[in-house]
């Protein structure tokens, strides 16, 4: 199983930038899936999570962090096995490495996998 983020770069203040999140290697369906990200000298902390609905693959209402709700949109796209992380109104405290992960849990497997990430640099 792989996770293959893209989409990073250096972006002003209040600038846009899409990331995706490619899923290969598997044909089961995440638990669930979203976005974490670390800064320089800070533990990695949580973006979006959101959580399929009753072992479908219809993901459920996503768990956005305070600081970035109103900003930052998550979706997926099941025909292309690709999750993608819409951010707009950007700042500079959203400057971070990203990653993508998914979580498997079924009987037998309990699992999470994560991306090798990607750079997202605010400037000022």
């Known amino acids: 199983v792989q996770l293959v983020e893209s989409g990073g770069g250096l972006v002003q203040a209040g600038g846009s930038l899409s990331l995706s999140c490619l899923l290969t290697g598997t044909a089961l369906s995440p638990e669930a899936m979203g976005w974490y990200r670390q800064a320089p000298g800070k533990q990695r902390e949580l973006v979006v999570m959101?959580?399929?609905?009753?072992?479908?693959?219809?993901?459920?209402?996503?768990n956005y962090a305070d600081s970035v709700k109103g900003r930052f949109t998550i979706s997926a796209d099941n025909a292309k096995n690709t999750m993608y992380l819409q951010m707009n109104s950007l700042k500079p405290e959203d400057t971070a490495m990203y990653y993508c992960k998914a979580e498997f849990r079924y009987p037998g497997i309990n699992y999470d996998y994560w991306g090798q990430g990607t750079q997202v640099t605010v400037s000022s």
């Open positions: 959101m959580t399929s609905d009753d072992d479908s693959t219809n993901y459920g209402r996503p």
